[in-house]
């Protein structure tokens, strides 16, 4: 440990931290190779003016009583005791659970809340209203909602991205990385549980020492490290599935496809060549039926499909590309695309599938579970894509399609939100307003006045992870960190465990929730557990005071080499994959049995509908990309050093092509108006040619600022109010937030000032 500093963690890597009341002095770990900038962010957790520093409800919840209520997001507070508030909370779960029953519950929460494994918002929900007879869940993610179901279709489960290829592997015998959506070293700094060590940079540049060369296929080129000297593709967004499909039918057009290994580890390749060739609707998918729709000449292409085919050729898929509609076919087109070249299984070769999107990918995984709190049973089967919520409280009762499944949304009454803000992860901002107000109370535990306190009845301060002990680490990484508590509590914050157990006190199940132990008590449980449940050989060595006062141990037992599908190659038969062939289904029956023309039953090119007018043309004539934010970590500490350098009026800034900014009369720095069919932001104009001509790119995670409706949707520039809330097909409904149609103009008025980070009306600032 630094002498004098105490050690925490975060999802962007473990440092020390001292806090003299007046300021907090944060230090990477110097064991760290590449720490993450974004550690400068982080004093600002303790920054008072934008603390929930006590509970408060909504003036017309507190006063009218529960019911829909159009005020919700631009109502006063009033501020309570933590005994009204608890009081109050109680006695609406306790109605809504016996007049409703628990399936009028939803407890909605999300995976980033923290590092710690105990203090994890999203387990500690849960667990609360397990113990209460349960709740509406939701299930899958933001990140890759469309991946995770068409895997376990087409490969039989979730392993290219919870453990693909190896780094080390990559590094020593990949010779061309083809990267589709690229492999941005800004996402490669975080991790659910922290990353000890950011390697990713490193490997990288080992593997370009070696020789290996790179193509970056994105519409920004800056998706991959300048260092790299990568060939850049700057398809037109949305397009990947196209450019994917005139590979496969290149190579396999010019003979140089692997027909032992289509014929022994897939099934379906004859109706996917069927449809390459234009057997079923007369278009041949080759590289000039591809350059009219990606941008990317036909020479281009050939010449690609040739060099990856004779080099020992890694495809790389981001997840960013399935965050759009019929995500899941760029996906499932980049597996075909690795299977055509018959190089899954070999060191260096195949496919991955978030290289670049997470610190953890890539990076081995441990084979031990981890410390993680309990979170009991939920007894309610009803559940929902967790992308779907405003669908779900705008159309209780409506069916819907999911994963071959008709299902209906539940009817909510009370919504429970702890970890995780909506406002940054939803789309079209203004339609997820109208559903949060249609329950009859929300209540939220949240650490600052984001925008899911301003939407909240009641309102519960929650403590940073700077304020409590814990321990952080994560499945991918290679050390267990003790989270020491760094400062007291601001205010009269409180943990989540902590606000849960009053409430349980006061419903009459505080023995179920707590089991028994307080918040050390139940850290040290955790640890010791876990130890007790390890191989012997893995064992530490050091009891919970031991490994408390070291600050710190190495997670022992991760292989140091790992080749994603190796012995699926060696022997397909008795390492048989999860598909209902036990081969990878380039053509699933399950899926064509569904009858979904939005995911038909083998990859294929469907036009989505920001592509039915040229680039150029229309009312909405350039194509948004609106991709993980450099400077933070989703919306997380917007407000911090990192994020707020990066502001232009105050404003998200917004990219553009130098000619595109020339046809509009527009120069860097001018403050702009985006425009779409869903709503509008006010951002600061920065120009770039690493941005594709027709494309704009405004990043997420500016907290929703709809203070000045007359002048835009939201005048900080969070881009979900551009985007649309709709599935990417009826397969998977995952998030569609990556790209949306849009029109971009000089503001010329008088800019209204930036609330988002102040207190709304009732709180004292």
């Known amino acids: 440990m630094i002498e004098g500093y105490r050690p925490h963690s975060a999802h962007w890597g473990p440092f020390h931290a001292a806090y003299a009341g007046d300021g907090l002095d944060v230090r990477p770990d110097p064991r760290d190779p590449a720490p993450s900038p974004l550690l400068r962010n982080i004093p600002a957790a303790l920054d008072e003016r934008l603390r929930v520093l006590a509970p408060y409800a909504r003036r017309g919840w507190l006063d009218g009583g529960p019911g829909a209520d159009g005020r919700r997001g631009h109502d006063e507070y009033v501020r309570l005791s933590w005994p009204e508030a608890i009081e109050l909370a109680a006695a609406e779960l306790d109605r809504c659970r016996r007049t409703f029953g628990n399936t009028a519950l939803y407890g909605g929460s999300y995976g980033w809340g923290s590092a710690g494994r105990f203090h994890h918002p999203q387990s500690q929900i849960h667990r609360f209203l397990n113990v ?180 020992r050729t890694m495809v790389t898929l981001s997840w960013s590309l399935q965050r759009s509609r019929h995500g899941e076919q760029p996906v499932w087109a980049g597996i075909a695309l690795a299977c055509v070249l018959g190089q899954i299984g070999l060191p260096g070769g195949g496919f991955g599938h978030g290289y670049g999107s997470s610190a953890g990918v890539g990076e081995g995984s441990l084979p031990y579970p981890l410390p993680t709190l309990p979170q009991g049973r939920n007894p309610v089967e009803e559940y929902i894509p967790v992308a779907r919520v405003a669908d779900m409280l705008l159309e209780p009762g409506q069916e819907y399609d999911f994963d071959g499944q008709r299902r209906r949304y539940p009817g909510i009454r009370l919504v429970y939100w702890a970890g995780g803000n909506p406002f940054h992860h939803h789309q079209d901002l203004t339609r997820l307003r109208r559903a949060f107000a249609r329950p009859d109370t929300v209540i939220a535990h949240e650490q600052f006045w984001t925008a899911m306190a301003r939407h909240a009845d009641l309102v519960l301060p929650a403590t940073t992870t700077l304020e409590r002990d814990d321990l952080g680490c994560a499945r991918q990484d290679s050390a267990l960190i003790a989270m020491h508590r760094v400062a007291p509590p601001l205010g009269e914050a409180r943990s989540d465990f902590a606000i849960f157990r009053a409430l349980a006190a006061e419903l009459g199940v505080e023995q179920e929730f707590t089991g028994g132990r307080g918040e050390r008590e139940w850290i040290e449980h955790l640890y010791e557990d876990w130890r007790a449940r390890l191989p012997g050989e893995l064992d530490p060595g050091l009891d919970f005071a031991a490994f408390w006062q070291a600050g710190r141990i190495e997670l ?39 009858g979904y023309a939005d995911c038909p039953g083998h990859p294929a090119w469907l036009a989505p509908e920001e592509l039915a007018e040229p680039l150029g043309d229309g009312e909405f004539p350039l194509l948004l990309v609106a991709n993980n934010p450099a400077t933070r970590l989703h919306s997380q500490l917007d407000h911090g050093a990192t994020s707020a350098e990066a502001k232009v009026h105050g404003r998200e800034p917004l990219r553009l092509h130098p000619d595109d900014a020339a046809a509009r009369g527009l120069a860097g720095g001018d403050l702009v108006r985006v425009t779409s069919a869903t709503g509008s932001a006010l951002a600061g104009l920065v120009l770039s040619d690493a941005v594709r001509p027709g494309v704009a790119q405004l990043s997420t995670g500016a907290w929703f600022d709809p203070s000045a409706p007359e002048v835009a949707t939201c005048v900080h520039g969070n881009p979900n109010v551009l985007t649309r809330d709709v599935g990417t097909s009826r397969l998977a409904q995952g998030c569609t937030g990556q790209l949306t149609r849009v029109q971009v103009e000089a503001f010329t008025g008088t800019p209204p000032p930036v609330r988002a980070h102040e207190p709304p009306r009732g709180v004292d600032a």
């Open 132 to 311: 209460l007879g349960g709740c509406v869940r939701s299930v899958g993610n933001y990140s890759f909602g469309a991946s995770a179901p068409l895997l376990r279709h087409v490969v039989g489960g979730l392993e290219p991205l919870d453990n693909p290829t190896s780094w080390p592997v990559l590094a020593e015998h990949t010779e061309h990385f083809v990267c589709v959506g690229g492999m941005p070293a800004k996402n490669a700094q975080v991790n659910a549980g922290g990353a000890a060590r950011h390697t990713v940079p490193g490997h990288l540049r080992a593997a370009r020492a070696r020789g290996a060369r790179f193509t970056l296929i994105s519409p920004l080129r800056d998706d991959l490290a300048a260092e790299l000297d990568a060939e850049w593709l700057p398809v037109v967004p949305g397009t990947d599935t196209a450019l994917l499909l005139a590979l496969s039918q290149t190579i396999v057009d010019r003979g140089l496809h692997d027909e032992n290994f289509l014929r022994t580890h897939c099934t379906g390749f004859d109706r996917l060549r069927d449809y390459l060739f234009g057997a079923d609707d007369g278009v041949v998918k080759d590289a000039a039926w591809a350059a009219a729709l990606t941008g990317i000449d036909a020479a281009t292409i050939v010449r690609l499909a040739g060099q990856m085919a004779a080099r």
């Open 556 to 594: 022992p037992g991760k292989p140091a080499r790992h080749v994603l599908y190796e012995d699926f190659r060696a022997d397909p038969r008795r390492h048989r994959l999860s598909t209902p062939s036990g081969l990878i289904e380039l053509y699933s029956a399950e899926i064509a049995s569904y």
